[in-house]
Nanobody, 120 residues
């Protein structure tokens, strides 16, 4: 059973930094695309950043220049370093990983989320 467990959220003042970590486990196959998303209550879940198994990255505009995504394929971890945090970054941050579940199908798997709160 595939599981993703996030850690590293918390309360930080504006301008501060946090590092989120996610450990993925339980897949017979290697993990493909991994990423971070965030959601404010009552709103849709938005992309923050993704990273391929080869290290290719993609960032939402609000994350460019402030956030850095990285991964360790041996440990099946994906991290998100967040700097210069703003109150509008307050959200629940979710880790996502894609992995093969059958010979012909990949599925998305999500963690339970970690709260990030940025005070002004």
């Amino acid at each position: 059973q595939v599981q993703l467990v996030e850690s590293g959220g918390g309360l930080v003042q504006a301008g501060g930094s946090l590092r989120l970590s996610c450990v993925a486990s339980g897949s017979t196959f290697s993990f493909g695309l991994m990423g971070w998303y965030r959601q404010v209550q009552g709103e849709q879940r938005d992309l923050v950043a993704t990273i391929t198994s080869n290290g290719g990255t993609n960032y939402a505009d609000f994350a460019k220049g402030r956030f850095t995504i990285s991964r360790d394929n041996f440990k099946n971890t994906v991290d998100l370093q967040m700097n210069s945090l703003k109150p509008e970054d307050t959200a629940v941050y979710y880790c996502k990983a894609v992995t093969r579940v059958t010979l012909f199908r990949d599925d998305d798997f999500w963690g339970h989320g970690t709260q990030v709160t940025v005070s002004s």
